[in-house]
């Protein structure tokens, strides 16, 4: 299936993209738009995000994944980015899919921060049908622990350093001071002041899905059988169909996380089919 | 005085559940060092923590996210015992 790596142009600079059209002249079935998590943990389901991509496109989706602007081959600052500049890249990138697309059905499919802003984007953009793996729920719950999560990966640092018979505050155990006012380095990602305040705004079951709502599915990835109290009340809150996959958290970075399952799982619901 | 019997059983199977561990939660020690024993990194870690705060309802301010805290199943106990009351 031919991947197109291409540059979609905005008024705020071109954002990287790479899209995956079917085999063969059909047109495409859905053009399924494929929302990246935030922060560092875009970079680590990198990999998960391309293998989701080709197996949308095995079920005659085109999908289009991209770069939001400050990330990846985009333009811009990582600093600068923002979750309303998260969603007008996500818009340009849906009509740029759409035009390539036929009028095929959009379907949102979104991860992490990415599941977040694709359950708020789906009614605006018009979308058929939303997936949102493991969204973040509470913007403010994801700062903390991504503050935490800096804090462990400094602490690890600085006690192999220890081990190592190095002095307190060398090398990487150390904050970095080069970041502009307001913003902080989460877990290696600079993260701007405008951001660190949006996501605190940022809460899911505070607004349920409105009438215009579309056919969505929350996938829980956890070792629990059963949806999280917080899930399941999203799930009322979208009207959506929730499942729960045991994976690893594919967005951490880890070896070789098995994505295959989840693949399958939003495969048919993308394409149309009840299961 | 928090019951760190009942706890410690519990904090091993989401050990071995959030890790995915080869091996059964019974077999782990109340003091085996994670790091050590089986090379926990802060990934890894940081998986436990938000286990134990799904799992427990508790949540861990980030000055509290520090490897010598959970680095044992009795020291996770005993931070978990700390947060509930247990």
Known sequence: MPETPLYIPTPAGPLFAVLHTPDGDRPPATAALLLAPGGDEKRAAHGAMARLARTLCTAGAAALRFDCRGTGDSAGEAADVTLESMEQDATAAADFLRARSGGAPLVLVGVRLGASLALRLGPVLGAARVVAVAPILSGATWLRQERGRTALRRSMIARELAAAGAAPGTGTASARTDLPAGAEDLAGMPIGAEMIAGLGRLDLLAAPAGADAPETLIVQVSPRRTPLSEIARLGEAQRARVECLNLEPFWQPLESPDVGPLAELIRPFAAGGAS | ?86
Not at chain 2, 48 to 65: K, P, W
């Open chain 2, 1 to 86: 005085m928090p019951d760190l019997n009942a706890l410690l059983p519990q904090i091993k199977k989401l050990v071995v559940e959030r890790l995915f561990l080869d091996v059964p939660a019974e077999n782990i020690g109340d003091d085996d060092n994670l790091l050590e024993k089986f090379g926990v990194d802060s990934v890894r870690m940081f998986e436990i923590v938000v286990g134990l705060e799904e799992a427990f309802g508790v949540s861990f301010a980030d000055q509290e996210f520090s490897v010598d805290r959970f680095a044992t199943p009795r020291k996770i106990a005993e931070v978990v015992a700390g947060k509930t009351g247990a």
